[in-house]
Structures are given as C-alpha cells and as structure tokens.
Nanobody
Framework: QVHLVESGGGLVQAGGSLRLSCAAS????????MGWFRRAPGKEREFVAA?????????YYADSVKGRFTISRDNAKNTVYLQMNSLKPEDTALYYC?????????????????WGQGTQVTVSS
C-alpha cells in the first residue's frame, strides 16, 4: 500500500522560510514523478512544483513560486522536498505531495495517482 506523508508545515512570518518533506513508502520511489500542490481556503487545488523521476533532471514551477521555491528529491531516502523561501501571506494553504507513474512530467493534478494528507503552511503578514 502506498503512503505519502508530508511534514514541515507551520506558522511563519512573511519573508521567512520553511522546508516541506514528503516521505514515500510502498512504491518504487525513483520511478515516480513527484509533485507538490496546495489548496488555500475557498480556492481550488493548484499546482506548485514537480520533479521528474529517477535523477530529477526536470523540474516545473508555478509562476507564483518561481524563484522562491525549490523542489528536490532524495531517492535513497524515498523523500521529496519543497524548500520555500521569501514566503508571502498568499502562500498560506494546505500543501500536498503527490506521485505520478506517468511517462511525462505534468502539472495536472488529475494525472497523479497517489496523494498525501497534506501539511498546513500559514504565513502571517
């Protein structure tokens, strides 16, 4: 059974940083593209970042986080990370990681097969 468990969320002031982690089990982690998504109160789920399978040579970012967030993976630890710097109040959301065994890295949440429960990030102004 596949499990994705996010951690690292919390309350931070604007301009601060957080690093989210997502530990995966029950799957061949290196064979999966991994993504981060978020859902803010009253809004739709949106794409944040994605990293390709194996060495993670390809990454995608939403325009709203480009230059501030960095996605990375450690296949030896079955973990994907999201380093978030220069946080803004509009980054406040529940952050989810997801795994996709597809052949092409995508930003579309419907293509991701497995999801974690989420970790809350709150940025105060």
């Amino acid at each position: 059974q596949v499990h994705l468990v996010e951690s690292g969320g919390g309350l931070v002031q604007a301009g601060g940083s957080l690093r989210l982690s997502c530990a995966a089990s029950g799957l061949t982690f290196s064979s999966f593209d991994m993504g981060w998504f978020r859902r803010a109160p009253g809004k739709e789920r949106e794409f944040v970042a994605a990293i390709s399978w194996s060495g993670g040579s390809t990454t995608y970012y939403a325009d709203s986080v480009k230059g501030r967030f960095t996605i990375s993976r450690d296949n030896a630890k079955n973990t994907v990370y999201l380093q978030m710097n220069s946080l803004k109040p509009e980054d406040t959301a529940l952050y989810y990681c997801a795994a996709d065994r597809g052949m092409v890295l995508t930003t579309i949440p419907q293509t991701y097969h497995y999801w974690g429960q989420g970790t809350q990030v709150t940025v105060s102004s």
